[in-house]
T-cell receptor
Framework: EAQVTQNPRYLITVTGKKLTVTCSQN?????MSWYRQDPGLGLRQIYY???????DKGDVPEGYKVSRKEKRNFPLILESPSPNQTSLYFC??????????FGPGTRLTVT | GQNIDQPTEMTATEGAIVQINCTYQ??????LFWYQQHAGEAPTFLSY????GLEEKGRFSSFLSRSKGYSYLLLKELQMKDSASYLC?????????FGTGTKLQVIP
């Protein structure tokens, strides 16, 4: 089954404790992206990747890092999480930037 | 920069037709997407327009006018399950910018 998976689905952590949210797709898509979704602000793009070893900033990259060492994986790293990064996070992938397939979401709470 | 506007909420009656508008201003343009998102779920793709005109897919149609920076999503024969948020997204080059979404409530 074609899908995008994210782990964990839910995470509660404390300020400053490094964390990684994993994202994996099995569709051989070149394009992958991370978004955060907050009430009233909609989906905002954090980082995107056009292919292996090619990443670029979206609209809200501050406080986040990504890497794309393999085509199928695109982890999101929060080196020092802060409460303002409490949000719902979605990973997505697509072939050549067309329709995106979204993962199920990761609900992160930073206290 | 990028700016996308769409109404925050709409209400329509089961069986009716509803049009959700989206206006955008982007520094480049590589297409306009519509996604549907039910509460608590991930967005799912509905349509993609890159050229002017109407694209029809069953009960859903999407229209684009690049010169006016305008798109709409038309939903026909509304069903209760169409109650969801509808997200307009523009793709200036390789970034993707989403509007804040239109929450549609379908009432009996």
């Amino acid at each position: 089954e074609a899908q995008v998976t994210q782990n964990p689905r839910y995470l509660i952590t404390v300020t400053g404790k490094k964390l990684t949210v994993t994202c994996s797709q099995n569709m051989n898509h070149e394009y992958m992206s991370w978004y955060r979704q907050d009430p009233g602000l909609g989906l905002r793009q954090i980082y995107y990747s056009m292919n292996v070893e090619v990443t670029d900033k979206g609209d809200v990259p501050e406080g986040y890092k990504v890497s794309r060492k393999e085509k199928r994986n695109f982890p999101l790293i929060l080196e020092s999480p802060s409460p303002n990064q409490t949000s719902l996070y979605f990973c997505a992938s697509s072939a050549r930037g067309y329709e995106q397939y979204f993962g199920p979401g990761t609900r992160l709470t930073v206290t | 920069g990028q700016n996308i506007d769409q109404p925050t909420e709409m209400t329509a009656t089961e069986g009716a037709i509803v049009q959700i508008n989206c206006t955008y201003q982007t520094s480049g343009f590589n297409g306009l997407f519509w996604y549907q998102q039910h509460a608590g779920e991930a967005p799912t793709f509905l349509s993609y327009n890159v050229l002017d005109g109407l694209e029809e897919k069953g009960r859903f149609s999407s229209f684009l006018s690049r010169s006016k920076g305008y798109s709409y999503l038309l939903l026909k024969e509304l069903q209760m399950k169409d109650s969801a948020s509808y997200l307009c997204a523009a793709r200036p080059y390789q970034k993707v910018t989403f509007g804040t979404g239109t929450k549609l409530q379908v009432i009996p």
